[in-house]
């Protein structure tokens, strides 16, 4: 697989190289890094160099200062992928960091791009970056953000609903691979309507609850059957599966499960059963993005 990993010196690029080695990737992987020198533009729109005036010598040093210490980032993260046997190639761009980062995949398709949950410029009680924001939105491939340091994944949660997206994460999964080692957790979320239009629209009590409890029976084999080929996919793999059924809001349960069970990854598609064609980023993806603590990876379908 073909992976871009952008960082910036911030904490949170340590936890994206961190996750490649927590993710055992192999000599099978290439990995381009990529950092980006951010333009800055101050108040009433005037960049560094529009600051610098006319001084072509002081332009010249404060870029050459600021490519060294972008090169010596690159060397540093090179040598410890390249040890893993990893094809390492390194790039300096500049410019706006996310845009930068979205156009490299669209000039070098990776499968899957790597960014940290917040950059050297973000403000620290912003939940999710500006940048990583931006890139799991409009990146054309699958995105892996990195919340934190992690020396293994041992337990990956996989949202099931029964779309395409949630079938593209499990082939994704296979296809990465994950470690032999990783356990991984099925959950299926079962919504709460059919309970609900049964209660409003019954005045029989008893009636009520025989057909809410025949119903809650039968949603919940279907979401059973729904995880049936992906836990057989699984285990076909050599992976330790558990297939969860949950009953409520799918965020909030695909969040307390992942903060019950201790996992060090969620992986989900960009949209579920429910996801507006026109949107880009579905709003459980979004969600869970923004609020989950271990890092998530969000899939997109293959366009190659």
Known sequence: MKFLLAIDGSVYSEA?????NALKIGRRGEATILTVIPEHVFAGGHTLADL?????ALKLQVRQAEEARALELLVGHSKTLDARGLKVETMVRRGNPADEIIKTCRSIRPDLVLVGLKGTGDVPEFLLGSVAHKVIKYAPCSVL???????????VLVPIDGSKYSDEVVQFLLRMPLPHHSEVL?????????AAFVKAYTADPEGSRRIIAELRKTEEEAAQRLMTEPERQFGRGGYKVSAIVARGDPSQEILREAGRRDV???ALGAKGLTGVRRFLLGSVSQRIARYAKPSVLVVRPSKK
């Open 264 to 266: 060090d990854l969620i």
């Open 52 to 56: 610098l005036g006319r001084s072509v």
């Open 145 to 155: 953000v990195a919340k934190k340091e992690s020396k293994a994944i041992n337990r």
């Open 186 to 194: 099925l959950l299926t979320v079962v919504h709460a309507f059919a």
């Open 16 to 20: 994206v190289v961190g996750l490649v």
